[in-house]
């Protein structure tokens, strides 16, 4: 009796065991995702993701006057990042104004915004002489760079800006004279309808 009755006891757990065998085999179904969940990435990648549009913003000028970015609306952008105390930002300001001054006939606009205080900018400023409007604010002013989607790590740090608000790319760290022809070229090229915004998205990439 107790050999018959260890023998099904047996029987019993191998067929638990072959029946836990044959449930690891079988395939997990993941979960349907619903039809509109799946399309909507599809249909977006058919029309093309918007790229980030800068939002309007106001900073004090050197006069302490708030100054609106959609007054430069129209004209492409040039936004260049900048403190008093950064040695790199202030090599960049001669080239900067050299480049506004042949520019702007071009529809191009170079403006700076200083991370800084307002009176230490106003007073290096009258060194400067700046040919292109400089806006100031400290916390304001990052709060404009990450507006855009961008973190702002150091400076200095330029971001260029379509006629109509579009971030088309932005070059970190200090930019030389080449970058500054290259920005031009592509913004001409952009303007002729040589290349479209994409095209022109990917050509401002800086390494």
Known sequence: MQRSFLFLAVAFVALMA???FYAARLPVQAPETPAQE???PAAAA???AAAPVFMDFSL???AGQPREFSEWR???TVLNFWATWCAPCLREIPLLKTFHEEQSANGIQVIGIAVDDQEMVEMFAEEAQFNYPVLIGQEDAMAVA???GMELIGMPFTMIVAEDGELLNAHFGEIVEADLDHIAEVLRM???GEIDRDSARTALKFP
């Open 18 to 20: 072959g029946a836990l």
């Open 74 to 76: 129209g004209k492409h």
């Open 46 to 48: 058919e029309a093309g």
């Open 190 to 192: 952009l303007d002729a």
């Open 60 to 62: 004090p000028d050197l």
């Open 38 to 40: 799946t399309a909507a």
């Open 146 to 148: 990450e507006s855009s």
